[in-house]
């Protein structure tokens, strides 16, 4: 689980820094997912 969130974090980074809003949103949809997996 611990890999999956450093995944989540490393790719909001990377869509901060490459203004890229798709990416933005599948990692969003990453994020959303795993709070309903909790």
């Given at each position: 689980?611990?890999?999956?969130?450093?995944?989540?974090?490393?790719?909001?980074l990377l869509?901060?820094?490459?203004?890229?809003?798709?990416?933005?949103?599948?990692?969003?949809s990453y994020?959303?997912?795993?709070?309903?997996?909790?």
């Amino acid at each position: 689980m611990f890999l999956l969130w450093k995944w989540m974090f490393i790719s909001l980074l990377l869509a901060i820094n490459r203004k890229d809003v798709y990416l933005s949103y599948i990692t969003f949809s990453y994020i959303f997912m795993g709070f309903n997996r909790w």
